[in-house]
């Protein structure tokens, strides 16, 4: 189903990785080929830089920002929460994944609206359903859910169901 | 294929009355009722699906308008049946109150679908379960998204409900009880 | 007058703008998001938009539900093609578990997912023509709209939010007359599409309402986010069917329509023009499918629901249905992006699975979603009317838009 044969993602995950390793020795965490996309892990401190230098380099011009969303993994001591961006380059048909970890002592993130105008509501969603501060956001406030609650739901702790919900008999469900 | 068979056909029966030459005698209600039921200005408050099948049932292949209610309001002043279809969620749940509260009575209330009568598929967090919990419904048609003719059965056991109210409902007692329960003036 | 001539004082002109509260429920929003307009007059300078009154969390039930019962939600989010949102999440799961889909599988899907992209757009050329008033289109069309839901139920068993398909294929072979609509729809089809391209293509007064409404640059459309017709209208040829082909897409020969200025008339002609190109997609289809061939899944028993009739009398199948029914499958951990093209653009699903039943983390992205953030930079300066236009031409739906 993948267009894209493995040869043909490795052969982008190792022009791509040569050319971040050079511009941000430490800050590329690892890499992999995940399917069809070449996957880079970076630190949070330089998410934004390899954001800005993969759009803006033109060798690999990576201009669209297809999605990012963020990830919750709640036994990753020290990392609980991940940040996901996909880029594609439409010229050249060549997509790619970057991911970075963020603890949730500390969770903020610099935000990439300056880059992309997309980026706007799919991180104030991210902040709707996880909580991940964007710093430098313009209005980074609650988009899909009401603006007074408390909790972010998507977080593996917080329950699917309606809380005030009283007439399921949960002995019947087998709950 | 079999044999196409006539539908019998049945006329529409006039209420119970007096009949005579050149005049009909029957009591207020009936009459009012006849004219109110061929007639629902309904509100179509489409949020999802089943606004699609609301517009299919719109459409001349199932025509809704043969039932007297080919004129849509969107206006709640001016219409008579709520017709609530699709997901209403907690934030869209004051905005339906406040619509529903702006109709004058006599209002009806058909609620459209799963998600409209009960939450449906969505027993989450973010969406009201039934929006029988903000405002009194008067029939429900379940489905998801029910056909259109089961919108249409909907509509005609509204016009069942029209046909047949009394006058002094709206001003009882326990109307008023169901009113006050809702938190509704 | 002359009393305050004599005054000699400067008078400043102080505007006052007002504020206008469009939706959420309004009969042109065609789905409940609501805008607050600050207006000049009829002039609209500013537009705050608030999205999310039906917000139902497909994300979090996803997390909740094995990936067959997944399909089911996917229907939900852009439900005036919801084949096409259900192949799409199919066509992920494939990739997840790296399953090979027999040739004749992918031609009937394409045949699927054209005709609802053909559903998808009618419902939004014949909006854009009721907005402006012209109500004749709509009534006229929608009747075949009913054709293809008639097909839709004889495959899958309902009109709108289908749950078409399995993982690794159909539910049961296509019977006899389901080839047989088709083939009248395809008959008949063209000439009412002809008929209704004569109401509004060249109607001056359609003309003048929607030639210069709501324009974007294709670089602001691609920095937005902008996918599907809506980019297309603006100048960029980015077609999800052809720069990553899925599902035997590159078999076929098909054009990608584009428009030049990006407003509500090229919107229109490029939804219109792909009605036609999927047209001929699925005619190309047609004469590749063998319609008496018995393969309609691929081979894939872990995952594939099998029909009844053999769950009933076969013991392997049994075993199977109850396996995948109560989610006892392991699913390969990973993590895949998949992306069709939808009726709005490119709609991609984000997989996270980590070998359970269900999925670790489902993401949507919804197109839209990505491209409604526009909607205020395209009506600033424009009238209400036009504004009104903009939005239905954009075919913002609700359920995708807030998933």
Known sequence: MAVHSDEHTKALHDQVLYLLKEKFATGITSSSCDYDFPVFVVEKEVAHDVLKYLKEEPSLNYHFLTTMC???????????????????NMPENKRIRIKTFIPEQKLEIPTITD???????????????????FIGHPNLIRILNMEDITFFP???????????RDDKNDSMFGR | MSE???TKMEMAKSPEGVEGPGFFLTSMEKAVGLARKNSIWPLPFATSCCGIEFMATMASHYDLGRFGSERLSFSPRQADLLMVMGTISKKMGPVLKQVYEQMAEPRWVLSVGACASSGGIFDTYSVLQGIDRIIPVDVYVPGCPPRPEQIIEGLMKIQDLVGNESFRRRNSPDYQELMTKYGIE | MSEFNSNQEEFKEEKEYTTLNLGPTHPATHGIFQNVLQMDGEIIRDAVPTVGYIHRAFEKLAERRPYAQITPITDRLNYCSSPINNMGWEMTV??????EIPKRVQYMRIVIMELSRISDHIICNSVVGVDTGALTGFTYIFQWREKIYEIFEDICGARLTTNIGRIGGFERQWPDHVWAKIDNFMKEFPRILKEFESLLMRNRIFMERTIGAGPIKPERALEYGFTGPNLRAAGVDYDVRVMNPYSSYEDFNFAVP???EGDVYDRFMVREQEMWESLSIIEQALKKIDRKEPIFHADVPEFFLPPKQEVYNQMEALIYHFKIVMGETDLPKGEVYHAVEGGNGE???????????TPYRLHFRRPCFIYYQAYPELIKGSMLSDAILTMSSMNVIAGELDA
Do not use: C
């Open chain 3, 94 to 99: 494939e990739k997840l578990i790296k399953a």
């Open chain 1, 154 to 164: 998507l977080r593996k702790d917080y329950a699917l169901e309606d809380p005030t």
């Open chain 2, 4 to 6: 196409i068979t006539r």
């Open chain 3, 347 to 357: 709609l991609g699903f984000y997989l996270v699975s980590d070998g359970g039943r």
């Open chain 3, 258 to 260: 584009i428009g030049k």
């Open chain 1, 115 to 133: 880059l992309w105008a997309a980026a706007n509501w799919m991180e104030r969603q991210e902040y709707d359903f996880f909580g991940v501060h």
């Open chain 1, 70 to 88: 963020a990830l919750h993994y709640p036994e990753n001591a020290g990392n609980e929460f991940a940040m996901m961006y996909q880029l594609h």
